[in-house]
């Protein structure tokens, strides 16, 4: 019998110990649980290093306290143990430091955009927290065949939601791309969160030709502050400078005043 491992993460105990139990009755079923994101990470890496990868993870939507509904994901890293994760942002790690594993969104309530954030981030599935348990086991059993669960009456919403995004990106590429290579570059040290100090020394510019560059992007980007255009960066797929690296030496522009 091909066992299916499952890996519970929930921060509300009671909850994920019942889940995990319920699941553990199935024959075919192998099951563990987690109480935060990074917790959840070390039992990943711990299970690949032993040869005994999970194959599906059930993650609370509210893993780490409220969250604003329209919070974008972003990648999670290893590290402290109480710092707070949210459970969109735990599947955009997963996705990225473990592809091969499935994730499924346990949740509350029914929340289009958050449902839509979710796929977006690379889950499998959107599945109600009072679901029955046969339910929940068609749909663990699901995403292992490479489908994609929501309940029916999300479908239109997270469709609605699917749709607006594709249209912001595709306005927020068009944007960056009227940047020069140089503004880009900037833009890039942005979204690390670089000050203009900081960008000036990476890319041997001076400070005020940083800040010159800097006002052009916002002005080009057509918003008012750096957290905006940042936004609209990562709308458009740009990430962040490598901070591992250095900056560009013999730069046409290290000499500018």
């Not at 020394?201 to 005020?208: F, G, K, T």
């Amino acid at each position: 019998m091909v066992r299916i491992r499952v890996l519970v993460v929930d921060d509300h105990r009671i909850f994920a110990e019942s889940l995990a139990a319920a699941l553990a009755a199935e024959p075919d079923v192998d099951v563990s649980a987690a109480g935060s994101g990074p917790a959840a990470l070390r039992c990943l890496e711990r299970a690949a290093a032993e040869s005994r990868r999970f194959d599906v993870l059930l993650v609370d939507a509210d893993l780490g306290g409220d969250v604003p509904p329209a919070r974008p994901a972003v990648p999670v890293r290893d590290g402290n143990e109480e710092r707070l994760v949210d459970g969109i942002s735990l599947v955009t790690g997963v996705r990225g430091a473990h592809p091969g594993v499935r994730t499924v969104v346990l949740a509350e309530k029914d929340d289009p955009q958050r449902a839509a954030l979710a796929l977006q981030a690379g889950a499998s599935g959107w599945v109600a927290k009072d679901c029955s348990l046969s339910r929940l086991l068609t749909v663990i059993r699901g995403v292992l065949r490479d489908e994609t669960h929501l309940p029916p009456a999300l479908l239109t919403g997270v469709l609605r939601e699917l749709t607006a995004a594709r249209r912001h990106r595709t306005e927020s590429e068009r944007l960056v791309e009227s940047l020069t290579p140089r503004e880009r570059e900037v833009l890039r040290c942005m979204v690390a969160g670089l000050g203009r100090k900081a960008v000036a020394e990476r890319l041997y510019l001076s400070p005020h030709t940083v800040r010159t560059h800097m006002q052009n992007v916002l002005g080009k980007l057509g918003v008012h502050s750096t957290l905006a255009a940042v936004a609209l960066a990562r709308r458009a797929g740009v990430g962040p400078v490598d901070l591992r690296t250095g900056g560009r030496i013999g730069s046409e522009e290290s000499n500018s005043a």
